[in-house]
């Protein structure tokens, strides 16, 4: 009689245990497929919906999210490197959330985390490596090194148009591996990023953007969402990058290391002019003391008025954005007020070469002269804006050709405006602002930067930059919403 009760108790235990084998089992599974899932997605907010793949992922004991091999694919032409010059490589990806184990248990029933609420959260990616140049943000840390993790890295080389990390180890330095951290905190329709570049024996970034939302969301949603970018600032230390990078080019273009340092500094300024930019004297001489000597240099501020998503892109490529940005430049104890200047914009054809030989090139195969500092063009005119058409705004008659030359302003010197930057002006009020640049909000489109020609009647016509010129276009009293003064 005992055996068999022992018998029976014994095959229930056995039981029980397969179920909690079971039980176990699935859990981990929904576990995995979640952490698979918040990979994923996490990928998706960093880098805007950008084409993506991982090896294998796992969650270590504190709740964290590990994946390995993550690769980031960008658009280009492979070139001679191959196809993996268009690839974006991290040896280690780890996705950090406050509440660890928490997150999964609160989400279990929810596999593909669409309910999924997303407050905080932190991705630090380890052993970066590109043969692109591309830095790992795409564009959102601007002209900063992929490896090098600092600003403008090779201007002012005749032959280099970004370092590898070879390039960086035949300078002499001694590099770690390259760490890309995005930290992202949401809460009250408000969004702060925290972005760290690190090549440790090279130099470090941080950058730092706060936004406010359309509405509030998860963070797993918010490139579904439109944001308004308030303020933005980058802080860079080097840590031997810049005398390193001003010691080798000028050994390889034969030139001593001030004579680069000057190259480097108009090769800057082209940039600038590029996107119809020129800076004050002051900011130009503090930024020169950092191309020499290297140290620490911060620059940011507050928006005079937001820069929405939808135009982020193409304000900061045609050079909108600086000037809607009252930024200070920090280096060397010194906190400079920065006075940007808007110019007609003068392209400069690299073909993805270095900016320095492409001067060199418009220059008739000369090497051009070198100013000491960077100075402002003399030849301003205002910054136009991106010319997307948009519902309520049409092309007027008048567009970029041989009656409007690409690189002479025919706009006459605008009138002193009676507000300060990111004032609002109502229609009526149009008048008295033509020449100036303005941010203008229409009803059916996304804001635009243009400059505002004139106002009369019912029709407002602004200017904007195309492909190989410019356009007119016209704006309904019936579509304007308003008008903020840019500059």
């Known amino acids: ?114 309910a999924a609420d997303v407050g905080e959260i932190q991705l630090t990616f380890d052993g970066f490596d590109t043969k692109s140049g591309i830095e790992p943000t795409l564009g959102t840390l601007g002209p900063i090194g992929a490896l090098s993790a600092s600003p403008f890295e090779s201007e002012g080389c005749m032959a280099r148009a970004n370092f590898q990390r070879e390039d960086l180890a035949q300078m002499g330095l001694d590099l770690a591996p390259t760490s890309l951290q995005v930290a992202l905190h949401e809460a009250g329709e408000r969004v702060e990023t925290r972005i760290v570049l690190n090549t440790p024996g090279s130099s470090r970034v941080q950058f730092e953007r706060q936004e406010t939302l359309a509405k509030e969301t998860s963070l797993l ?70 191309a020499e000597k290297g140290g620490q240099i911060a620059f940011g501020g507050n928006y005079t008025s937001p820069l929405h998503s939808t135009e982020r892109a193409a304000a900061r490529k045609n050079g909108s954005a600086m000037l809607r940005l009252a930024a200070k430049l920090e280096h060397s104890g010194r906190n400079t007020p920065i006075q940007w200047r808007g110019t007609q914009p003068r392209p400069l054809e690299t073909q993805g070469g270095a900016t320095f030989a492409a001067m060199a090139k418009e220059n008739g195969g000369i090497a051009p002269a070198s100013a000491p500092v960077i100075v402002p063009t003399a030849n301003e005119a205002a910054v136009e804006s991106d010319a997307t058409e948009v519902a309520d705004i049409a092309p007027a008659p008048a567009a970029a050709g041989p009656e409007h030359p690409q690189y002479a302003s025919s706009l006459p010197a605008p009138p ?72």
Request: glycine residues 10%.
């Open 416 to 487: 002193q405006a009676q507000i300060a930057p990111g004032g609002r002006i109502a229609w009526d009020e149009l008048p008295r602002y033509e020449g100036h640049i303005l941010q203008m909000i229409t009803m059916h489109g996304p804001p635009r930067t243009a400059t505002l020609l004139s106002a009369d009647g019912g029709v407002a016509l602004v200017r904007a930059p195309m492909e190989g010129g410019h356009a007119d276009f016209r704006i309904s009293r019936e579509a304007f919403v308003k008008a903020t003064l840019i500059q």
């Open 221 to 290: 949603k918010l490139p579904e969402v439109a944001t308004s970018t308030v303020s933005e600032r980058w802080d860079v230390s080097d840590r031997g990058f810049v005398a390193a990078r001003n010691a080798f080019c000028a050994k390889q273009d034969g030139i001593d290391a001030h004579a680069f340092v000057a190259r480097h500094l108009a090769a800057v300024q082209r940039l600038l002019e590029t996107r119809g930019l020129a800076v004050d004297p002051a900011t130009a001489m503090d930024y020169a003391d950092f």
């Open 1 to 114: 009689m005992g055996s068999k009760y022992s018998r029976s108790r014994g095959g229930r235990a056995r039981w029980v245990a397969l179920a909690g084998l079971v039980l176990v089992g699935s859990l981990g599974y929904l576990v995995h497929q979640q952490a698979r899932v918040m990979v994923g997605r996490s990928l998706n907010v960093v880098f805007d919906n950008a084409d993506t793949e991982s090896g294998a992922v796992w969650v270590d004991f504190n709740g964290d999210i590990v994946a390995k091999d993550v690769a980031l694919y960008v658009e280009g032409p492979a070139g001679a490197a191959g196809e993996d010059a268009n690839v974006l490589r991290f040896e280690r990806l780890r996705v950090h959330t406050p509440d660890g184990w928490m997150f999964f248990a609160r989400n279990l029933l929810d596999r593909r985390l669409d």
